[in-house]
C-alpha cells in the first residue's frame, strides 16, 4: 500500500541511534495506586473502573489487567512484523513523536508498564504500532428529527482482523475485551469499549455529553511530528466540554489519515472531521462537501468510515474520487483499489438509515446497524464481507450504541471466530458504574 511504502521509506533515513533512555521519575507506589480501582465481570462483559492521576490509572489497568494486557502487547508487536514494523524502528518513531504528546499520557504508559510488569519500551513500541493500524471502523451520530425521541444517538464499530493473536498463549486480542469506565482526578469521567492495554478502543463518551469515534482513512500526506490520534481521542474524552473543544483537540497537532464522528449531546449535534498532517475538514450533515455526488445528505444525520468525502483530503488518499459504480469495482481487480468497496458499506448503512428515518432509539439502532454491518440489507456488501476475510472489513471486535445524554451504552462483542455483528449485546449506564 502507497501509505505503508512511504512510511518504510521515511524509517530508513531515522538515525538509528539514541533509543529510549529516560527516567520518568514517577514514583511506583504499587498497590497503594490501585486506590478504588475494581475489575468485576457483569453481564458476561469485563467492566474495568479506573481513577487517579494519569499514572495511577495506567498502573490500575495494567495491575487488574495484567495477562491480558501482556498477551496483547506481545500480538500487536507480532503483527507488526509482518510489515517489516520491528520493535526498533517503532521505538524510532516513539523517538520523535514522544515530544508532541501530553505528559498526562506518557505518565500513564509508564503506568500501564509497571502495573503490567512489562518494559517502558514495550508498551510505546505496541502504540507506535497502533497509529499504523489499518482499522476498518464506521460511525454514526443521529439526533433530532432522525431519532425516535429526538436525542442523539452514538453508533460505532471497531473493525480488525480476526486473526490478531498472542504467539505465546494463542490467545486472540478481541478475546481480551474490556469496558474501561475511567475517572481521571483532572477530567471528565468517560466509559469505552476497548480491549486489555489500550487506552480506549477508538471512542467513547464521557460525562459531558461528548461522543467520539476514530476510523483510519489512508493517505500520503502524514507525519510522525505531531499527536497520533489515539492520543487526541484520549484529549477529548478526558477534557472536551464542548464540540468546540472537541473539534479543536481532534484537529490540532495532526499527523495521519483519519476520519472521526464527534457530537455533543447537549445541543445535541454532530459533526463528521477529516484529517492528514496538513489538512483538515470539518463539516455538519447539510455542509455542501456531504452531498458531493456519489455522496449524500442525511438530515440530522453524520457518517464516516475509511475515505475521505472532502475533494481536498481525497485527493490525497486515491485518484479517482468517485468510488462507486462498475468503474470502482473494475478497479478493485486491475489496481487493488479498495474504495468500491469500502463504498459499498457506505451506501448500504447510509440507505439504512434513510429507511429507518425517525425511528433510532437504543435498541432498533443496535439491532438494525448490526443487520446491514453483516450485509442483510445488500447482497452484494454481503458477498464483499466473505471475499474480505482475512481483513478488517466489517470484521467488528465491538459494536456499540449510545446515548449519551442519558449515560446508556448497548453493545456487542467479538468472541473466537464470531463477529460482533453476530454476537448478543449488553447494556450498561455511565453513571451507575461510576458509583
Same mark, same amino acid.
Given at each position: 500500500?502507497?501509505w505503508?511504502?512511504?512510511l ?9 541511534s539514541?533509543?529510549?533512555k529516560?527516567?520518568?521519575g514517577?514514583e ?8 478504588k480501582?475494581w475489575?468485576k465481570?457483569?453481564?458476561g ?7 487517579g492521576?494519569?499514572y495511577?490509572?495506567?498502573?490500575q489497568h495494567?495491575y487488574?489487567?495484567r495477562?491480558e494486557?501482556?498477551?496483547?502487547l #506481545?500480538?500487536i508487536?507480532n503483527?507488526a ?7 526498533e524502528?517503532?521505538?524510532?518513531i ?9 505528559q498526562e499520557?506518557?505518565e500513564?504508559l509508564?503506568g ?7 518494559? =517502558?519500551?514495550d508498551?510505546v ?6 497509529i ?7 460511525g454514526?451520530?443521529?439526533?433530532n428529527n432522525?431519532t ?6 452514538f453508533f460505532?464499530s471497531?473493525?480488525l482482523p480476526m486473526n490478531?493473536a ?8 478481541h478475546?481480551?475485551a ?5 475517572k ?20 467513547g463518551?464521557?460525562t ?11 493517505t500520503s500526506?502524514?507525519t510522525f ?5 489515539v ?6 474524552l ?5 464540540i468546540s473543544?472537541?473539534?479543536n ?8 489519515g483519519w476520519?472521526?464522528i ?8 454532530g459533526?463528521a472531521?477529516e484529517?492528514?498532517?496538513h489538512?483538515y475538514?470539518v463539516?455538519?450533515?447539510?455542509n455542501a462537501?456531504e ?12 457518517? #464516516?468510515?475509511?475515505?475521505?468525502i472532502?475533494?481536498?483530503?481525497a485527493?490525497t488518499q486515491?485518484?479517482h ?22 463504498? +459499498?458499506?457506505y ?6 438509515i ?5 425511528? =433510532?432509539?437504543?435498541n ?7 443487520k446491514?454491518? +453483516?450485509?442483510d440489507t445488500?447482497?452484494?456488501l ?10 478488517s472489513f ?5 459494536m456499540?450504541?449510545a446515548c449519551?445524554?442519558d449515560?446508556?451504552?448497548?453493545i ?8 460482533a455483528?453476530?454476537e ?9 458504574l461510576?458509583?
Amino acid at each position: 500500500m502507497k501509505w505503508l511504502a512511504l512510511l518504510l521509506a521515511f524509517l530508513l533515513v531515522i538515525p538509528t541511534s539514541g533509543f529510549i533512555k529516560e527516567n520518568h521519575g514517577i514514583e511506583c507506589k504499587c498497590e497503594k495506586s490501585l486506590g478504588k480501582a475494581w475489575l468485576k465481570e457483569i453481564d458476561g462483559v469485563k467492566v474495568l473502573y479506573i481513577e487517579g492521576t494519569n499514572y495511577e490509572m495506567g498502573y490500575q489497568h495494567g495491575y487488574l489487567l495484567r495477562n491480558e494486557t501482556q498477551e496483547n502487547l #506481545r500480538a500487536i508487536l507480532n503483527d507488526a512484523l509482518q510489515y517489516n514494523m520491528t520493535k526498533e524502528k517503532l521505538l524510532q518513531i516513539w523517538n520523535i513523536t514522544k515530544q508532541h504528546i501530553p505528559q498526562e499520557y506518557i505518565e500513564e504508559l509508564h503506568g500501564l508498564a509497571d502495573g503490567a510488569a512489562v518494559s =517502558f519500551n514495550d508498551v510505546v513500541a505496541a502504540y507506535m504500532a497502533i497509529i499504523s493500524w489499518g482499522s476498518k471502523c464506521f460511525g454514526i451520530a443521529a439526533w433530532n428529527n432522525a431519532t425516535i425521541d429526538k436525542k442523539l444517538y452514538f453508533f460505532r464499530s471497531f473493525d480488525l482482523p480476526m486473526n490478531m493473536a498472542d504467539p505465546v498463549t494463542g490467545k486472540k486480542m478481541h478475546d481480551n475485551a474490556v469496558l474501561i469506565v475511567r475517572k481521571p482526578k483532572k477530567g471528565y469521567a468517560s466509559i469505552t469499549p476497548s480491549i486489555a492495554g489500550s487506552l480506549h478502543g477508538g471512542g467513547g463518551f464521557n460525562t459531558a455529553g461528548i461522543a467520539i469515534g476514530m476510523h483510519t482513512s489512508l493517505t500520503s500526506d502524514f507525519t510522525f511530528n505531531g499527536i497520533p490520534a489515539v492520543f487526541r481521542v484520549q484529549q477529548v474524552l478526558d477534557h472536551a466540554g464542548n464540540i468546540s473543544q472537541a473539534i479543536n483537540y481532534i484537529i490540532s497537532n495532526r499527523t495521519a489519515g483519519w476520519t472521526f464522528i464527534i457530537a455533543d449531546a447537549k445541543v445535541p449535534v454532530g459533526y463528521a472531521i477529516e484529517t492528514t498532517a496538513h489538512h483538515y475538514y470539518v463539516g455538519g450533515y447539510n455542509n455542501a462537501v456531504e452531498s458531493i455526488p456519489p455522496f449524500w445528505e442525511v438530515k440530522e444525520v453524520v457518517r #464516516r468510515t475509511n475515505f475521505f468525502i472532502s475533494p481536498e483530503l481525497a485527493s490525497t488518499q486515491r485518484n479517482h474520487y468517485d468510488p462507486s459504480g462498475l468503474k470502482g469495482f473494475i478497479r478493485i481487480f486491475t489496481q487493488n483499489d479498495p474504495y468500491f468497496v469500502i463504498w +459499498r458499506s457506505y451506501k448500504a448503512m447510509s440507505e439504512l438509515i434513510e429507511a429507518n428515518y425517525g425511528n =433510532f432509539d437504543l435498541n432498533a439502532s443496535m439491532q438494525l446497524f448490526q443487520k446491514g454491518y +453483516r450485509g442483510d440489507t445488500d447482497a452484494m456488501l454481503k458477498i464483499l464481507i466473505k471475499l474480505a476475510n482475512g481483513t478488517s472489513f466489517n470484521r467488528a471486535w465491538n459494536m456499540w450504541v449510545a446515548c449519551p445524554a442519558d449515560g446508556d451504552i448497548v453493545i456487542s462483542f467479538a468472541h473466537g471466530n464470531k463477529i460482533a455483528f453476530d454476537e448478543p449485546y449488553h447494556y450498561f449506564n455511565l453513571y451507575k458504574l461510576l458509583q
